[in-house]
Each structure stands twice: as structure tokens, then as C-alpha cells.
């Protein structure tokens, strides 16, 4: 079991905005003058990471929906600063519209195409988002007989997928906030180092407490990181938390019991919309890679129409071993 190769789950969205960010429009154009910078920037980042960490399985997850409608119903400020419009949506009543740069929104059904070309699993889930797909892949990962499961490597930028970190059944998360040259590996002892907390799921709560404001969650005034991590690790999760407030329990300061005891709406809600789901409806598809294109003349269409040959080339070659 120990010699088994990794299952890559590549948080999509968050690899092609760092791309979008990190190669200047100027490098990457199309013949017609179209930007192709954030196509590019995640195909060189599969590329090396196929070379660098020779996984035989890969998914990249998608948001097919960035900004649930269960989580916003649980907390409306939820990714509430991010929204660029509300539209029609094809059921009825409205869906948010992100809030993406002008030159970026057009490469991304590029970047479906190609992966697509590739041969490259790319899943989603009507009604959740990538986070939620890559959590579903990890519970279908972890309940594999052990003989047959494979380590899983999470790549994304997002620190919520800390959640997902299990020394047991060897889920780690490589985070991009170095670059994609020098990921940092997020497992168990880093959990412990950087935020004093024992576990994914003590790292969830935590989050839950101490909130996010790139994510519109308001945390519990007043609590901060070190204070969260310290509270879990007394009472060992959220939920004993909760119950330590409820009681009145006096390892909690009155100005803790206080700001706990008001901030119960959100905390009543708040685990809903910081766990990622573990049952999102992925469909089951063949994840590895493929040895050769899947669509070849497709490939050669889509390099010619966007100048994307060099960087096709590294991930054909990569993906030849």
C-alpha cells in the first residue's frame, strides 16, 4: 500500500486565477490577440505536477456553482462582496454571477476544452462548489479498502481544504501560497505547527470561530485565531464548545461566555456552510491519466486557435511519462 501513487484533486478555480495573476497578459495571446494567460499558467502547472509528483489519477474540480444556495441561506453575507449581478436562473428565481476579471471569464470554457481534449477528468456538482467536489472524491477515496486506496494530494490556494487533512489514510493538502514550484505540504504535524489544532476537523471548527472575511463569514467577534484553536483544543470540538457556553462552564472567561452567547445565530449555522460536503453528486468516471490525448485532431485545433502549442506539448509530454 505504501508504494502507491497519488491521486491529484486540483482545486481548478483556484490554479487558473493564481495563473491569470502570475503570467502577464502580454506572455500569453492568442493569433487574434485574445489573452490565453490563465490558460497557459494551468497548463504548465498540470504539467509539473504531473512530472514532479507522478500521480496515475487525476480530477480537476470545478465550481458549478461558487456560491450555493444552502450556504447563502444559512449565511447571506457569504462570497456577498464577490457578486458581480444576479440573473435569471434556469429553474426559476435568480444566481449570483461572480465577479471575474473581463479577460479571464473567456478562457475558462478554453480551459474545459482542453482538458476535455486531454483526456484530463474535469467533475463537478450542480449546487456545490469545487471544495465540495474535491471532499466528496476524499470520502470516496477514504472508505476504499485499504489494499486499494491511493494518498490523496489536494492542490489549491484555499486554505478551508485544511479540513481534509488524515495522516491515517494519507490525505494532505499541497497549498499554492509559495507557488506551484514550492508547494507547501499542509499534513498533520503542519496542522499542529501553524494553528495548534489536532485534526481537519479541529481545523474546520476553528475556522467556523474565528470566521473569514474573504469568504463574507463573520466569525465570533472578538475571537480570534489563536483563541478558536485554544478552544477547541479544551473542549475538543465546536459542538463541545457550544456545550461548554450552554453550561456556563467556567474555563471560559466572561467575556468568551459573552461573545460566544451572542454570537449563537451564527454558530448555529456556521458548520454548514465552512464544511465541505462529503456527498455532493459527483458522478463516477475514470480519473486516470491517460498515457495519450483523448481527442488528438481537437488538441491540435484548439493549440492552433488559441497559440497554446508549447504549453499542450508539456502536458502531452508529461502525461507520456
Known amino acids: 500500500m505504501t508504494d502507491r501513487r497519488p491521486l491529484l484533486l486540483l482545486d481548478t478555480a483556484s490554479l487558473y486565477f493564481r495563473a491569470y495573476f502570475g503570467v502577464p497578459e502580454s506572455v500569453g495571446r492568442a493569433p487574434d490577440g485574445s489573452p490565453t494567460n490563465a490558460v497557459r499558467g494551468l497548463l504548465d502547472m498540470i504539467a509539473r505536477l504531473v512530472v514532479d ?3 496515475t489519477r487525476l480530477v480537476a474540480c470545478w465550481d458549478d456553482d461558487w456560491r450555493p444556495e444552502f450556504r447563502v441561506e444559512a449565511i447571506s453575507s457569504y ?8 440573473v435569471p436562473a ?4 435568480t444566481t449570483s454571477v461572480e465577479e471575474v476579471p473581463d479577460t479571464l471569464a473567456p478562457q475558462v470554457p478554453v480551459i474545459a476544452e482542453v482538458l476535455a481534449a486531454l483526456g484530463i477528468a474535469r467533475l463537478g456538482a450542480p449546487g456545490f462548489e469545487a471544495d465540495d467536489v474535491i471532499g466528496t472524491l476524499v470520502a470516496r ?11 490523496v494530494d489536494v492542490v489549491t ?12 489514510t494519507r490525505v494532505r493538502v499541497l497549498y499554492t501560497v509559495k507557488g506551484i514550484k514550492d508547494l507547501e505540504v499542509v499534513d498533520l504535524a503542519r496542522l499542529r505547527e501553524r494553528y495548534d489544532v489536532d485534526s481537519g476537523a479541529a481545523y474546520a471548527d476553528m475556522a467556523a470561530l474565528r470566521g473569514d472575511p474573504s469568504d463574507g463569514l463573520p466569525g465570533v467577534p472578538g475571537i480570534g485565531e489563536k483563541t478558536a484553536a485554544a478552544l477547541v483544543r479544551r473542549y475538543g470540538s465546536l459542538d463541545g464548545v457550544l456545550a461548554a457556553r450552554d453550561a ?19 454558530l448555529a ?4 456552510v465552512v464544511r465541505v460536503a462529503h456527498d455532493a453528486p459527483v458522478p463516477d468516471v475514470d480519473d486516470h491519466l491517460p498515457p495519450t490525448p483523448a481527442d488528438p485532431d481537437a488538441l491540435v485545433a484548439l493549440a492552433e486557435r488559441w497559440g497554446i502549442a508549447s504549453s499542450i506539448t508539456r502536458v502531452v509530454t508529461a502525461l507520456a511519462g
Open 53 to 55: 509528483r507522478r500521480p
Open 79 to 86: 462570497k456577498a462582496h464577490r457578486v458581480a449581478a444576479q
Open 90 to 93: 434556469p429553474g426559476g428565481g
Open 141 to 151: 477515496e477514504r472508505a476504499r479498502p485499504a489494499d486499494e486506496r491511493d494518498p
Open 157 to 168: 490556494g484555499d486554505r478551508d481544504l485544511f479540513q481534509l487533512v488524515d495522516d491515517e
Open 248 to 266: 456556563g462552564d467556567r474555563g471560559l472567561t466572561a467575556t468568551q461566555l459573552r461573545r460566544l452567547t451572542e454570537a449563537a445565530d451564527y
Open 269 to 272: 449555522v456556521a458548520p454548514r
